[in-house]
């Protein structure tokens, strides 16, 4: 059996105990071994972290401890597969560079709050993004600083509403990378668990959490 680490917290707003409750019955019918944590504490258990084949992060905002950074990075780098979206991954800590490097982005705006907006998939043939077409978001979009070296899948462009000198900016949505010997997957959707009801953001997330997964 495979094993997953969901682990979920900080800024209520995100939903972040709910919006794990969408992937945690789905892990369990691929046949994962889901652990849950509601502490970052579970980073530092080094026998776990190095037993898992996935992390799920839902964690927004807030800091994390260098013994904390120092055993998810560690797990990554050996090969854990860790998969996540929205500020629950890439809004988790601000001020953790390292983290960020692993992540790579990291959250600066949403332009216009909740706003109506379209999602491109840019690379049709890639199996995470595959038979899926352009969708809308009622969401926030996102606006990232991106690492160059992510492989981009999906984009959304800002409007310029309310920052017009942003009009036009090809934004990433949807990407994937390594870090180390680490697979790791990052979709921008899902501010609240209702935004999984959108078929094509649920089954994006699904299959980057299988594809990251070691």
Same mark, same amino acid.
């Given at each position: 059996?495979?094993?997953?680490?969901?682990?979920?917290?900080? &800024?209520?707003?995100?939903?972040?105990?709910?919006?794990?409750?969408?992937?945690?019955?789905?892990?369990?019918?691929?046949?994962?071994?889901?652990?849950?944590?509601?502490?970052?504490?579970?980073?530092?258990?080094?026998?776990?972290?190095?037993?898992?084949?996935?992390?799920?992060? =839902?964690?927004?905002?807030?800091?994390?401890?260098?013994?904390?950074?120092?055993?998810?990075?560690?797990?990554?780098? #050996?090969?854990?597969?860790?998969?996540?979206?929205?500020?629950?991954?890439?809004?988790?800590?601000?001020?953790?560079?390292?983290?960020?490097?692993?992540?790579?982005?990291? &959250?600066?705006?949403?332009?216009?709050?909740?706003?109506?907006?379209?999602?491109?998939?840019?690379?049709?043939?890639?199996?995470?993004?595959?038979?899926?077409?352009?969708?809308?978001?009622?969401?926030?979009?996102?606006?990232?600083?991106?690492?160059?070296?992510?492989?981009?899948?999906?984009?959304?462009?800002?409007?310029?509403?309310?920052?017009?000198?942003?009009?036009? =900016?090809?934004?990433?949505?949807?990407?994937?990378?390594?870090?180390?010997?680490?697979?790791?997957?990052? #979709?921008?959707?899902?501010?609240?668990? #209702?935004?999984?009801?959108?078929?094509?953001?649920?089954?994006?997330?699904?299959?980057?959490?299988?594809?990251?997964?070691?």
């Amino acid at each position: 059996m495979k094993s997953a680490l969901v682990v979920w917290g900080g &800024w209520d707003g995100h939903e972040p105990k709910q919006c794990t409750e969408v992937f945690i019955p789905w892990l369990k019918e691929q046949g994962y071994g889901v652990q849950v944590s509601d502490s970052l504490d579970a980073y530092t258990d080094e026998a776990m972290m190095s037993a898992l084949h996935l992390i799920v992060p =839902c964690w927004t905002m807030g800091e994390m401890s260098s013994e904390q950074e120092k055993g998810l990075l560690a797990a990554v780098r #050996s090969g854990v597969g860790i998969a996540g979206w929205h500020g629950g991954m890439c809004d988790a800590f601000r001020n953790n560079t390292g983290y960020q490097f692993m992540t790579g982005g990291q &959250w600066v705006e949403h332009p216009g709050g909740i706003i109506d907006y379209e999602v491109n998939i840019t690379k049709p043939d890639d199996p995470i993004v595959a038979g899926l077409s352009d969708f809308r978001m009622h969401s926030e979009q996102y606006y990232l600083h991106v690492d160059p070296s992510n492989e981009v899948l999906a984009t959304t462009t800002a409007s310029g509403d309310p920052y017009p000198w942003i009009a036009g =900016c090809v934004m990433p949505v949807v990407w994937k990378r390594t870090y180390g010997e680490g697979r790791v997957f990052y #979709s921008s959707l899902g501010h609240v668990a #209702s935004d999984f009801d959108v078929p094509e953001c649920l089954e994006i997330m699904r299959r980057g959490m299988l594809w990251a997964s070691r």
